[in-house]
């Protein structure tokens, strides 16, 4: 019998995937490229969708025959993809208008400021279950009609079309400007502001408020079906599943039930936690969200807490200040010292999202003295992602009114053990890593494979599951305590850095 | 003190002459350009192309770095840089074998556990990352070994320890071990470190095919070594073909 596989495509913030599993879940090929940050101005993030496009149509038949398969050996393709990002095309000749708009990108703080102050504000939380904030779409993309001349006839015509990185890549897998679908997904629609939490569907009024033309939308579709099949990259594969990220995480996890969490490390780090078919609201500073929609199926919804930058502050470290030459040596620079030596480094980029949500808050270094070597400063990067993940599970806890038990966690970082350690210490939890890694592509091929029968149910996913590493906490209280007061402190010092009509 | 070597100094003056040229050179060229016979001038261009450090262009004849010489500087791999790329497949190879996974490098004449993978059941399992192993009685260490003579370097002249009546204990044996590793390219050892268990590794090479550590799998040495002593061939498949894919990702080209 003939071996047949899933793929997955993994669009993230800075390179895309392409990764083959067998039937138990495991990785049998993966390809991977980089794809350009583009930093025109402070604040501005931008990606060109095309070379996100070439990038995806040279990985994919590589993937292929690195593991010496045929695409006919490939049953399904699903795709997981960086959110919110927003990218704008032309129908008729396949070209993005301008470079597509990152979700760290904050040109709209001053556009969002405005349509905080506008009538039928409280609308966006009410109907989307999200903040009005600079990470969402909408903003995004209603800045682009407003800078692009011609751009709001063109396309309320539609004749331009809007997508977040999985409509886009499904549009060009399926033909492009030959027949090419225009479709998103429930959970990467949950996260423009522009789509009922409740209902799933484009809000009349949310369009309205931002302005938005509803011919430019693409279809939203449940996570796992089929959108169609690829006549480009993997002709004749059918393209069955599209997800957030962090979605795909978390099922990739398989916290298919009511209460489990997982967080996942990459350029930000994101904590989902399943909250069944009822749309949970938070009092302290996390995102109602879409966890996943299996066809015809009830949509199972998540609690999300967001935190900007993580993995990106240890790039940041090593691309910007040039002290470490692989992010991986982070660990080895930080072994060097014992401790943090008082230092703390607050990594507020782009503001601060979970649970602050201080579009005002920027970076900050503190506890700076001639002691602190570039030692301490690794330690202080590490650590920030640890403490953010507490601020984070505390939320979590507060909102659920339950005690986070064990925190699954993926993602590149979870390769680094003292990072890993350092979350368990500060929980206090145990941290638990399952088999593979790469939970993001595996959420995807996951949900490609159930829509077209390669794996029958939840179950047999779950049974797919297992741990590979687990960290328990060894920090003693007190000095958790006093380090997490220190935190907060230096947290508190990012807040209001950037003042109303200045730029950052 | 002794006097310096001609012939290195002389290998050295030409090692610069290429990399300062921009394009490559001819026998003739390098000669003039440093005063040296034609024949001497030959015999250290061919040494040096022996060892990777220049090579000849087929159609030209002509000279130029090698990527050995151009890498030399690179083979040092981080350990927490291994780490973070063997992950994938250490996952994928624990999966395979439904045996615990660990990836070792030397250090200080032992083998430094830099990643662990629990074996696939669920069960109660720590975390080993950070212990040292011995070299001797590990297929880890054989493999390293076999492989990276600063290992057999540091471990000529100690006292070989004994772990279970099978450990190898005299350097005749281990040289053996050793000898057939390299034959076969893998290392396996049964119960000669902890009564009832077993491994079997194989080696990751970085850039240019150095050996930069070692893969293994261990568990149960019924399941490694089912019948009558001998090696479940599918495993030892399992964990060259991680191996392979590590060292592929690595860069090691050709390995």
Request: contains cysteine.
């Amino acid at each position: 019998m003939v071996a047949r596989y899933v793929m997955s495509v993994d669009q993230g913030t800075t390179s895309t995937r392409c990764i083959l599993f067998d039937h138990g879940g495991r990785l049998v090929s993966v390809t991977q490229r980089e794809h350009r940050q583009r930093y025109p101005k402070p604040g501005w993030v931008e990606h060109d969708a095309t070379e996100i496009w070439r990038n995806l149509e040279h990985m994919a038949p590589e993937a292929l025959s690195r593991a010496g398969v045929d695409a006919s050996q490939v049953v399904a393709l699903g795709i997981a993809n960086q959110r919110e990002t927003t990218v704008l095309w032309d129908r008729h000749t396949g070209n993005p208008v301008g470079r597509a708009v990152v979700w760290q990108d904050t040109r709209t703080d001053e556009l969002v400021e405005e349509f905080a102050g506008q009538p039928g504000a409280e609308l966006v939380l009410e109907r989307s279950g999200l903040p009005l904030a600079t990470y969402f779409s909408a903003p995004r993309l209603r800045w682009l009609l407003d800078h692009t001349p011609g751009l709001y006839e063109r396309a309320e015509r539609g004749d331009v079309l809007f997508g977040t990185m999985e409509s886009w890549l499904v549009w060009n897998l399926t033909g492009g400007v030959d027949g090419g679908v225009h479709v998103t997904d429930v959970t990467n629609a949950s996260r423009t502001l522009l789509m009922n939490i409740e209902t799933l569907r484009w809000d009349k009024d949310l369009l309205e408020f931002f302005g938005i033309p509803a011919a430019m939308l693409p279809e939203i579709r449940s996570n796992a079906e089929l959108y169609g099949t690829a006549t480009k990259a993997v002709p004749g594969v059918r393209i069955s599943a599209a997800l957030g990220d962090q979605q795909a995480a978390l099922f990739g996890q398989t916290c298919f039930a009511q209460g489990e969490a997982k967080c996942t490390y990459g350029t930000g780090s994101f904590l989902l936690l399943n909250t069944g078919t009822v749309p949970v609201r938070s009092s302290h500073g996390l995102l109602t969200t879409v966890g996943y929609r299996i066809g015809d199926e009830p949509a199972v919804y998540a609690l999300e807490g967001s935190i900007a930058v993580t993995g990106s502050l240890v790039q940041w470290f090593r691309d910007s200040l040039g002290l470490i030459t692989t992010a991986p040596e982070i660990e080895t620079l930080a072994r060097t010292v014992e401790d943090n030596g008082g230092c703390y480094i607050v990594p507020a980029f782009s503001g601060l999202f979970a649970p602050h949500w201080r579009a005002d808050a920027r970076g900050i270094i503190v506890g700076l003295t001639s002691y602190i070597t570039k030692g301490h400063l690794a330690r202080a990067v590490l650590e920030a992602t640890g403490w953010q993940t507490r601020e984070v599970v505390d939320a979590m806890n507060a909102d659920s009114g339950l005690e986070l038990s064990t925190l699954k966690v993926d993602g590149g970082m979870t390769a680094d053990n003292l990072l890993m350690q350092f979350i368990a210490d500060v929980l206090p939890a145990p941290v638990v890593r399952p088999m593979v890694a790469e939970t993001v592509s595996l959420g995807a091929a996951y949900a490609a494979g159930l829509a077209v029968g390669y794996w029958p149910d939840l179950e047999g996913l779950r049974r797919n599951w297992h741990r590979a590493a687990q960290w328990l906490p060894s920090m003693d209280a007190e000095r958790r305590e006093s380090e997490y007061a220190n935190w907060k402190r230096a947290v508190e010092r990012t807040f209001g850095w950037v003042r109303p009509n200045h730029t950052a | 003190m002794p006097g310096s070597v001609q012939s290195i100094e002389r290998a050295a003056a030409i090692l610069r002459l290429l990399a300062r040229g921009s394009g490559r050179l001819g026998v003739g060229e390098i000669s003039t350009s440093l005063g040296l016979a034609k024949g001497t001038t030959h015999g250290i261009l061919k040494t040096l192309q022996d060892v990777g450090f220049v090579e000849q262009d087929k159609a030209s004849g002509k000279y130029q770095l090698g990527a050995t010489l151009l890498h030399l500087g690179t083979s040092y791999l981080d350990v927490n840089e291994l780490r973070s790329r063997a992950i994938n497949w250490a996952d994928a190879l624990a999966s395979r074998s439904g045996e615990a996974v660990r990836i070792g490098t030397p250090l200080d004449g032992k083998v430094l556990v830099v990643h662990h993978v629990f074996r696939p059941d669920d069960s109660l399992q720590t975390l080993d990352t950070g212990t040292l192993l011995p070299v001797h009685a590990t297929a880890l260490g054989k493999v390293l070994l076999a492989y990276d003579s600063g290992v057999a370097a540091e471990l000529a002249g100690a006292t070989l320890e004994q772990y279970t009546r099978r450990t190898l204990v005299t350097p005749a044996a281990l040289r053996k071990a050793v000898a057939e590793v390299r034959e076969t390219g893998w290392a396996g050892e049964a119960e000669e470190f902890a009564a009832g268990q077993a491994s079997i590794a194989a080696p990751i090479r970085g850039y240019g095919g150095y050996v930069v550590g070692a893969i293994s799998i261990a568990g149960s040495v019924d399941r490694l070594y089912p019948s009558a002593g001998r090696v479940d061939q599918s495993l030892v498949t399992f964990v060259q073909n991680a191996s392979r894919a590590i060292s592929r990702d690595l860069g090691a080209g050709r390995w």
